[in-house]
């Protein structure tokens, strides 16, 4: 089982960015796809970001497509999701995850392990 600790969010205008990182624990990390995903109040979960073991493909969101990228450290065991253009739509807390497959995936079935979550709190 892998273990996820998420960081970096907190609150920032619209127009500003973030960067989450995700530390996880394991020796298989390095091996396992990656995802972010996010919820706000009131809907469910959503999918934001996914990245392959080795980081070579990744998938994105249409409605994150050119603002946030998803990228990872296998050295570090870490794996981040740079925000850019941030909105007040982006609010929610964002969950890091990890995958039964080494390959990029937006199946939330395929996601076995789940961090805590970290806030991200976007001002009009």
């Known amino acids: 089982q892998v273990q996820l600790v998420e960081s970096g969010g907190g609150l920032v205008q619209a127009g500003g960015s973030l960067r989450l990182s995700c530390a996880a624990s394991g020796r298989t990390f390095s091996t396992i796809g990656m995802g972010w995903f996010r919820q706000a109040p009131g809907k469910a979960r959503e999918f934001v970001a996914a990245i392959s073991w080795g980081g070579r493909n990744t998938y994105h969101a249409d409605s994150v497509k050119g603002r946030f990228t998803i990228s990872r450290d296998n050295a570090k065991n870490t794996v981040y999701l740079q925000m850019n253009s941030l909105k007040p739509d982006d609010t929610a807390v964002y969950y890091c995850?990890?995958?039964?497959?080494?390959?990029?995936?937006?199946?939330?079935?395929?996601?076995?392990?789940w961090g805590q979550g970290t806030q991200v709190t976007v001002s009009s």
């Open positions: 995850a990890s995958a039964r497959v080494g390959q990029a995936t937006t199946f939330v079935g395929d996601f076995t392990s």
